[in-house]
C-alpha cells in the first residue's frame, strides 16, 4: 500500500514542479502575498512553513539550509532578521489560504495565499550600471550669488561688513563686462577691414530641346536609294 505518496505534480516534470515551488516561496517571503491556483498555494505553503522553522532557529546549518533553497543571500538575510521573529510566539500557522475567484480561461480556483504576520517593506531607489545617482543642480547665476551674499552678510555680519561685500560683488560684475565691451569692438573693426566676398554671376538657362526618337537610329535603317 502505498500511503502518504500522494504529490501534485501540476502537468509537469519533477525539475519544474520544483522550480514552480521554489518560485512561489520566493514571491511569498519577499511581497508577503500571491495570488495562485488552490492546489499549487496548497503545496507551496508547506514549504513557506518550513523556510520560516529554520529562520526562527537562527543556527549556521539553518542559514546553510535556507540559502541552498532560495539562493539569495539578501532574501536569508530577510528571513532571519525581519520575518521569522515575528513568529517567535507562534508554533506553526505562519501562512493562511484565502479563496479568491476562479481563473479566467480555464475556471480554475485561485487562492491568495499571505503571511499572517506583516513587516514594513524598505523601498530602495535602484540605480543601473555605470549611472550615478541624480544630484540637483547647485551652480548659480552671478546675480544669484550676488543676492544670496547679501542675504547671508546682513543676517550674520556688520553692516559695514556688508557693504564691504557688496561692492566687490558688485566692482566683479562691472569689470566682466568691462572686459567683453572691448571684444566686440574688436570684432566688428575686423569685419569691416575684411573685404566684401564676390557675388556669383549667374549663368543664363538654356532650354534643352527635346531629343529625337531613339537618338537618330531612325537613319540607320534607312536604305539608301
Do not use: W
Request: net charge positive.
Amino acid at each position: 500500500m502505498r500511503h502518504k505518496v500522494r504529490i501534485d505534480r501540476f502537468s509537469r516534470f519533477s525539475s519544474y514542479r520544483k522550480a514552480t515551488i521554489k518560485s512561489i516561496v520566493i514571491s511569498v517571503l519577499r511581497h508577503q502575498h500571491i495570488i495562485t491556483t488552490k492546489a499549487k498555494a496548497k503545496s507551496a505553503r508547506r514549504a513557506v512553513e518550513k523556510i520560516i522553522t529554520l529562520g526562527k532557529k537562527g543556527t549556521l546549518s539553518a542559514r546553510r539550509r535556507a540559502f541552498s533553497f532560495l539562493c539569495d543571500h539578501n532574501l536569508v538575510k530577510l528571513l532571519f532578521d525581519t520575518i521569522a521573529p515575528k513568529f517567535a510566539n507562534r508554533v506553526g500557522g505562519y501562512t493562511r489560504l484565502l479563496p479568491y475567484r476562479r481563473q479566467r480561461g480555464d475556471n480554475a480556483e485561485l487562492a491568495v495565499l499571505e503571511l499572517t504576520e506583516r513587516y514594513e517593506e524598505k523601498k530602495i531607489e535602484k540605480v543601473a550600471k555605470g549611472e550615478k545617482p541624480r544630484q540637483q543642480d547647485t551652480a548659480k547665476k552671478p546675480e544669484e550669488e550676488i543676492s544670496a551674499k547679501e542675504d547671508v552678510l546682513t543676517k550674520e555680519a556688520k553692516p559695514q561688513a556688508v557693504e564691504k561685500e557688496v561692492k566687490k560683488a558688485r566692482k566683479e560684475k562691472v569689470a566682466k563686462e568691462e572686459a567683453e565691451e572691448p571684444r566686440e569692438a574688436e570684432e566688428k573693426k575686423e569685419s569691416a577691414k575684411r573685404p566684401p566676398l564676390p557675388i556669383k554671376e549667374e549663368k543664363p538657362k538654356v532650354e534643352k530641346r527635346p531629343g529625337k526618337l531613339f537618338r537618330g537610329l531612325g537613319k540607320f535603317f534607312k536604305k539608301e536609294k
